[in-house]
């Protein structure tokens, strides 16, 4: 269902890349992220 992929994934914009980046190397996050590059 949808809510289960708005539970899964979170958007975040490039400039945010960097520091989520080194959150998912030391294993901060879980499920999906999506970087929105526009």
Same mark, same amino acid.
């Given at each position: 269902? =949808?809510?289960?992929?708005?539970?899964?994934?979170? =958007? +975040?914009? %490039?400039? =945010?890349?960097?520091?989520?980046? =080194?959150?998912?190397? $030391?294993?901060? +996050?879980?499920?999906?992220? %999506?970087?929105?590059? $526009?």
């Amino acid at each position: 269902p =949808e809510s289960f992929y708005t539970q899964a994934a979170k =958007e +975040i914009s %490039l400039s =945010e890349a960097p520091n989520f980046a =080194e959150a998912i190397i $030391n294993n901060q +996050i879980q499920g999906r992220t %999506l970087v929105k590059v $526009n």
